[in-house]
């Protein structure tokens, strides 16, 4: 704004800056209301928001509307903004397969100062699942004199999901949201479990059994809920990395035995050093460090864009830094993680659903086999699959089987928003009522999208530039004054 400011008191012809900040002012946004309960949060009536929103969405995309279905995702986040203040936000956004999603298509619904547990949910966002319940139970809404029938699905990731249902931490017992396989059966793909379904969830609950303690929020059947994408690449990746990293540092020691040396340090070790520069050499930021009390390597987080990277730049240059009797299998295992993530992010899947399916299983199979095979590695083991893992094998196929993707459903635009209302947390507000200044902010910022200049479309082109280490190269010639 103050840019504008100094650029309208230059050139006279531009709209004078007042008059911007007032027209702002005026967007007429729906009434706000304190949320129930004992924390502090605000929230639209989830009834009028979807309503008025839903006749923007219908004037824009007649097209699309014509056989009066909406689908509508809701999506929750938690996250830490500060020491002492985290926030967990709802949200929603209308689904047209075909179309990418970006921010501006986000819209809130509510948000309150809370840590994710399952009593600030209950509590906070008693109105908002009240008002979603009621639309489970009688989905229609009616826009502009026309009846359309709504179907509604929740994405957001593990833990939020768990959180919602009423269920126990990821790393209990009986932690799949859609079937009630054991942790100790989870590796082994003979093994099937009983489907969940929404009756069979609220029944586990009452009994205090198969990692159900409370009543699930949303009545929503299993196969309504979603997981993220992106959460899925995120958590198995890591999976794979830690097992490089323990392998790597399992290899150094022996080696050292072998050589009868005298034991080294971890983060010196000769295959740790090159699976770091292997690493970087990929343009990730990457290095380790020892954690004494877990007597483990740590290494910095990896976000989402940098773990495509190595998925994609790392497999070739194994041979630079996992032992050679390992490498052609780690390397199978990568690409064809690889193949199935690239199949579950597409809009287009080019395997059918059983075809992921099996793929799946084929990955989960070698996986666990890895130990087996070669017994000085270390990190494959079969309690390394993750709930992720399972769910990527045993549900995701299923969910593509009825949605035909769930690319439609990632939740990186709810990320991008949620984003958005940490800037509004630090620098649009005066701290004095944050929870309304987010949702009146998003609110303005939605409403004014057809004024938003449509970005030019942009694809890195030049790998050996953008991947390849030529930009950090370039980087490197400039003189750094203040470490010479
Ligand atoms: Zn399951």
């Known amino acids: 704004m103050e840019f504008y400011h100094e650029m309208s008191m230059r050139f006279k012809d531009l709209p004078r800056s007042y008059k911007l900040k007032k027209f702002k002012k005026n967007i007429n946004v729906p009434d706000i209301t304190k949320t129930p309960g004992t924390f502090d949060g605000a929230q639209f009536s989830f009834k009028d928001i979807l309503e008025t929103m839903a006749k923007k969405e219908i004037e824009e995309n007649k097209n699309y509307y014509n056989d009066n279905i909406i689908m509508v995702k809701v999506s929750g986040d938690g996250a830490k903004y500060s020491r002492t203040s985290s926030f967990c936000l709802l949200s929603f956004t209308f689904i047209r397969d075909g179309s990418n999603l970006s921010v501006l298509d986000v819209h809130s619904i509510a948000a309150i100062k809370a840590h994710e547990s399952y009593e600030a949910f209950r509590d906070g966002f008693a109105d908002v699942f009240a008002s979603i319940n009621q639309l489970i139970a009688s989905p229609q809404i009616t826009v502009d004199g026309k009846n359309y029938r709504v179907k509604i699905v929740f994405c957001a990731d593990y833990k939020f999901l768990l959180l919602m249902m009423g269920m126990k931490a990821a790393n209990s017992k ?33 009994n205090g059994e198969l990692g159900c303690k409370n009543a699930p929020l949303l009545n929503l059947e299993p196969d309504d809920i979603i997981c993220d994408e992106l959460h899925l690449l995120l958590r198995v990746m890591d999976i794979l990395i830690q097992a490089l990293i323990n392998t790597a540092k399992a290899y150094d020691a022996n080696e ?228 010479q």
């Open 174 to 206: 009986h932690s799949c949201i859609w079937c009630t396989i054991s942790e100790s059966n989870r590796h082994d793909m003979s093994k099937t479990a009983e489907k969940r379904t929404l009756q069979s969830i609220k029944t586990s609950a009452t």
């Open 256 to 483: 050292a035995h072998r050589l009868g040396q005298r034991s080294i340090k971890a983060t010196e070790g000769p295959l740790i050093q090159s699976l770091v520069k292997t690493i970087s050499e990929c343009g990730v930021h990457f290095y380790v460090w020892e954690d004494k009390k877990e007597d483990e390597l740590q290494w910095p987080s990896i976000m989402g864009p940098a773990k495509k990277k190595l998925l994609k730049y790392l497999p070739p240059e194994m041979d630079k830094c996992q032992p050679s009797g390992m490498v052609t299998d780690i390397k199978t295992l990568w690409n064809d993680f690889s193949t199935i993530y690239s199949n579950i992010s597409s809009r287009t899947p080019s395997y059918t659903s059983d075809q992921l399916q099996g793929q799946g299983i084929k990955w989960i199979e070698s996986f666990t086999d890895f130990s087996k095979n070669h017994p000085s590695s270390d990190g494959y083991d079969p309690e390394k699959v993750s709930p992720y893992m399972h769910l990527m094998v045993k549900h995701v196929p299923t969910m593509m089987g009825i949605y035909g993707n769930i690319k439609q459903f990632s939740c990186q635009a709810v990320e991008k928003k949620n984003d958005d209302a940490k800037k509004t947390f630090f620098h649009g507000s005066n701290k004095w009522d944050p929870a309304t200044d987010m949702l009146k902010r998003g609110f303005q910022k939605n409403s004014l999208r057809h004024c938003e200049r449509r970005k030019r479309p942009f694809e890195k082109q030049d790998d050996l530039w953008w991947y390849k280490g030529g930009i950090q190269e370039s980087r490197r010639k400039i003189p750094r004054i203040s470490r």
